[in-house]
């Protein structure tokens, strides 16, 4: 009798294993700190609002909460931690961190805060030392405000987003240069796309529209879109994809095209992120989320699971809103919870 109850107790949890967490490839959650060495960033201030690889690889990101934080990540050579550069010094929500030459750019409420980049240390698995240096003097002030969403268009130049208006902004000097304004005509919802031809986005109203970076036109185009509270976007190859609900449908900008590639189980999807070999990952579901996985666009949806990790901090990983992919082809998630961690998901090879 003890022997079928061991049996039936392997199978349940066999079961609940291979069906409802990860189940192909592996994720590691990096705490908000240097393990044993620095503090974590306050749990109710650690919900990642925005994640950027910056031009030496390095990850930053933004968190939100009563206060917001800039934080700096390495997992390249002899690193391996997530540093917090400090609280932003302004009022609002810290909803956007830019990649510049020598410095990052955070967005918080109206104003655009400057923080010299993180300098990688020698060698963190002996002797290291991370000095944490305030957030510039210069801040900048945005008159449409507050900011939505910005990313990096090369050059010093930032583009933003506030509620009704596209800005590009030089910020190579001690006072920021406005290039361009355009007016929109919903707010945006969820984040720009630059792509090499300009930038993207989807106004509440479901219209895409599309800044031309060569003859600074501003395009839009009714997606029909049902959902639109929060709507995230991917470039892969000349399309777009866009994620709204719990569908996914793609915009051919050449061809000025659109049309149907995907509905997921669950909704809403929360991030939306493609590798270089081709596969499409999307974060989706209400409270505890899930990663689903197709090979390319129309491919078989592949559910693999709910996000846990068991090599680094032991933990679930419930929520996202931002994603990213990282100079080794890995996903890069960050989590939008108390006590969020950063993610990152190591896809399995066997996937032919």
Known sequence: MAEDTTRDYVKV???IQSKTFLREGYALALPMCFPGDSVPIDPDESRINDLILSSDHSIYGVTDGQNGHLFGAMTRGVTGFVFDMGIVPGKGRAVA???GVDDVLVCQG???????KLIPPFDCLQEWFIDRTPFKNEVFSVESGPILHAVSIGNSALAGVTARELFIADMSGKKMKMLYTAGLDAENSGRLLEMESG???????????????DDRKLEKYDLGLKETERVCLC??????LVGAGNRIIFFDAQNRAHGFVAELP???????TAIPDGRIYATAGREIEHLFEM????????DLGIFISVLAARRYGYNFRTSLVGSQGELILGEYDRGGHLWLYFPSLNYS
């Open 295 to 302: 090979k390319k666009p129309g491919a078989e949806i592949r």
């Open 110 to 116: 109206s104003q655009i805060f400057r923080h010299e």
């Open 199 to 213: 930038l993207a986005g989807v106004n509440k109203n479901g219209v895409l529209w599309m800044f031309s970076r």
């Open 13 to 15: 949890y066999s079961a």
């Open 235 to 240: 470039g892969y190859g000349g399309r777009i």
């Open 97 to 99: 961190v830019v990649d």
């Open 266 to 272: 669950l909704g809403p999807i929360t991030t939306l």
